[in-house]
């Protein structure tokens, strides 16, 4: 008669050894913006990479650690009991140091994280998110692994110091823009520099206050942001109901061009697009465009384009997510 083991969960003491061997790297400050929604500085051991702004770096906790309640119960397979779930994050950036001076990503000794909380999958019956309700169980001084290379091709490149960028986000899309933003402030671009986030909530915006400044300080910066599920998006008795806010609709409609005050045209605009695939309307090579247009839709239609060439005026980049 043969017998099963059942697999048996590293513990206490094993979990400090795997923590030593792999984690690499310490959360020096937490900041929440709701229990979904997080900033995260941390510090690796060893010296940052040099990078660019709007690149990305994987961050990495063990399968061993407890998961935030509620979440959406995960099953770890054997072989997975002792390894790392790593996923990408964009590098975001304060913007503002403790001083209230223009920071860009290389003027701190951290990287800053714009993190969202995904409590279930994605999808009904989909896999269990593996890394955020890990993550958003650490405290300040816990330690976690950040990958050595901070990698990606989604960064300023072929920008002239009067051409127009438009970053255009859903939710946590907007860390790279904030990089790449702060980095276009700290060198003197003179083009407008327009933010557009879009989000369900206006909570959900957690670098409002800080764009806010910087709109202050410099005229040539715009960060604006669109709501979806707020009275006035949900609730057509709402004195002020204006709908749903869409990128795609507020562009072709020509209010977005309108609220940044100047044309939007790829005669002098680079596009960046971040987010949720959606928004973006991503498709795999090959698959027909989707049902709804996303603004890669919408921007091919107004003279944008999207190609392998060196980047100029009227041309797209974007980074999915998901
Ligand atoms: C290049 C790159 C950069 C990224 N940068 C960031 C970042 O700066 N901030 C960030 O929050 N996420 C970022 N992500 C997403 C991140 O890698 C994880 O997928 C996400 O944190 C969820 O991890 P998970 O293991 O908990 O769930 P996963 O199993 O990875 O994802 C489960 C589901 O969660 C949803 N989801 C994933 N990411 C988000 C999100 N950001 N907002 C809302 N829903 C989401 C999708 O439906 C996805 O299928 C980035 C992804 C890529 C590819």
């Known amino acids: 008669m043969s017998s099963t083991v059942e697999p048996s969960p590293p513990d206490a003491q094993e979990q400090q050894e795997l923590r030593s061997r792999h984690y690499n790297a310490q959360i020096i400050r937490r900041v929440d913006c ?47 009991l002792r390894k790392l779930v790593r996923r990408a994050y964009s590098i975001s950036c304060p ?106 909530y206006i909570g959900d915006f957690a670098y409002r206050q800080t764009h806010q400044e910087l709109m202050r300080r410099y005229p040539n910066f715009r960060s604006l942001n669109f709501t979806t599920r707020e009275p006035e998006n949900v609730d057509r008795t709402h004195p002020q109901y204006v709908g749903k806010h869409y990128i795609q609709d507020l562009f072709q409609s020509g209010q977005l061009a309108e609220l940044c005050g100047t044309e939007l045209s790829p005669d002098s605009t680079h596009v960046f697009l971040c987010g949720n695939p959606a928004m973006i309307g991503y498709t795999p090579p090959g698959a027909p465009p989707p049902e709804q247009p996303g603004m890669l839709q919408v921007l091919k239609q107004a003279g944008f384009v999207h190609n392998d060439d060196p980047p100029t005026v009227g041309h797209i980049r974007f980074e999915k997510y998901w």
């Open 95 to 200: 913007m503002l140091d403790d001083r209230n001076q223009l920071a860009a990503c290389d003027d701190i000794d951290y990287l800053e994280f714009y993190i969202t909380l995904v409590r279930e999958a994605g999808e009904p019956g989909g896999r269990a998110p593996a890394l955020t309700p890990r993550l958003f169980g650490l405290q300040e001084g816990d330690r976690l692994c950040m990958e050595s290379k901070i990698v990606g091709r989604y960064v300023l490149e072929g920008i002239e110091p009067d051409d127009t960028l438009l970053l255009i986000a859903t939710g946590t899309g907007e860390a790279p823009h904030n990089a790449m933003a702060a980095r276009l402030l700290r060198d003197g671009h003179r083009g407008p520099i327009l933010m557009a986030t879009t989000g369900r």
């Open 34 to 80: 709701h229990d979904n929604l997080a900033i995260f500085r941390v510090r690796p051991d060893g010296d940052i990479p040099r990078f660019q702004a709007g690149q990305y770096v994987a961050l990495g906790l063990g399968y061993w650690e407890p998961r935030v309640q509620p979440s959406q119960a995960e099953s770890v397979p054997e072989k997975k």
